[in-house]
Each structure stands twice: as C-alpha cells, then as structure tokens.
C-alpha cells in the first residue's frame, strides 16, 4: 500500500492525481500548513528531513521530489502514463517531467514570496524601498524570465494536445502544478492554449477524485 503524505494546497497534489489516473489504491495522511507562515508542519520532518511534500512511502522505501515520485510510479506500473522509450516523444515526456520542478516552479514561488513581501506590515518609510527592491526583481529578471518559459509552453502546445504526444502522460501531471500556479497571476489570457490545456485536465474524472481525496486545493497568491 502506498502511502501519501499530502500537504494542503501543494505540489503533493499531483502525487494523488498520478495515482488515481493509474488507478492504484493508496492512503493519505494529510497535513496542514501553519496559518501564519503557511509553511509546512514540522510532523512532516518524521518522515523526510527536508520537511517537504510530496513524500511516499511504498514497501519500506521513502520517496521525495515530486518527479522521482512520478517517475517511480511510472516504473512501478509498467511504463504506464509515459510514452514508449523508443518513441520521438519520449524526450519531449523526460524534459516536461523535470522543468516543472528545473524550470517553471521555482521563479513562480519567488512571484509568491515578492507578493508578500510587497504586502507584509512595515513602517511606512520602509515601504518604498521594500517596492523598489520587489520591483527590481520583477523587472530585472522575474518577469522576462516567467514570459519566456511561458511562451515555450504554449509554443509546445501546439505540437499535440498533451506535451508529449496525443495521449495524457506523467509529464502534463509534473507540469498542472506550474500551470495552475501561473494561472492565479492573471495573465492567463494570453495563452489560450495552456487555459484550454488546465480546462482539460480539470475536466478528468482521475483529478476530480483527487481533489475529494485530497481535500480543497487552492493555489496561494
């Protein structure tokens, strides 16, 4: 039996996602973030080090790291939910798989961090240069970065429906939660291929079941 420790409004939610599109029976042990840092409880440290979700436990093995979990529930289910290793699709799968985590995730996280930084209680005269500093960032490297990564992804979009071929695979999971993250910015609109893209997945009879599982899932701002 596997077994999920899933933190609230996290990246953990892909692991449930996997799992219920393989079809696998599995359990979760669900934990909450603290309400003033939203970090996760220190519980989660028993069972990794880093204190982090996604964590699986699976016939005495602890597995971290959102792609090695896909990439091991891949392995354990006999190449399901990824393209043949021969295929002209395969390299396309591998790379989607691992810049959800190399590429998109982490700028998006620092878009969540300026935010509230910009917004966090200050004197007065210090919030001028907590703006100007935050603007810095954006305009210096944050907002360029973000349009590019973006731009490739709708550019992929447009080779086939999922982005590694005609059929759904581990790689369009890694990459719902970048997406999704992307999508709470606002400027969405200008991609229409990756909002048709989470309008798909969020339409999936598998996500819909993770998310009950899962309990409410919303990305922070």
């Not at 995730?105 to 910009?118: F, H, K, N, V, Y």
């Amino acid at each position: 039996m596997i077994i999920v420790h899933h933190l609230e409004n996290s990246r953990s939610q892909r692991v449930l996602w996997m799992l219920e599109e393989l079809g696998v029976d599995y359990k979760i042990k669900r934990y909450e973030r603290d309400k003033k840092s939203n970090l996760a409880p220190p519980e989660l440290k028993k069972v990794h080090p880093t204190g982090k979700s996604p964590v699986i436990e699976h016939d005495g093995r602890v597995i971290a790291e959102t792609g090695a979990i896909l990439e091991y529930l891949v392995g354990q289910h006999g190449g399901a939910l990824a393209p043949d290793p021969a295929s002209a699709d395969y390299l396309r799968y591998k790379y989607w798989v691992h810049a959800a985590e190399g590429s998109y995730t982490a700028p998006l996280m620092l878009s969540l961090i300026l935010g509230r930084m910009e917004s966090a209680p200050m004197p007065f005269f210090a919030r001028p240069i907590a703006r100007r500093l935050t603007k810095g960032v954006r305009d210096g490297y944050l907002n360029q970065t973000l349009k590019a990564l973006f731009d490739n992804l709708h550019d992929e979009l447009a080779r086939s429906e999922w982005l590694a071929g005609d059929a759904i695979t581990a790689a369009d999971i890694a990459m719902s939660f970048p997406m999704e993250g992307f999508s709470v910015r606002g400027e969405i609109g200008r991609y229409p291929r990756i909002r048709a893209f989470l309008d798909r997945i969020h339409a999936r009879p598998a996500y819909l079941r993770a998310v009950e599982r899962g309990g409410p899932y919303a990305l922070m701002k």
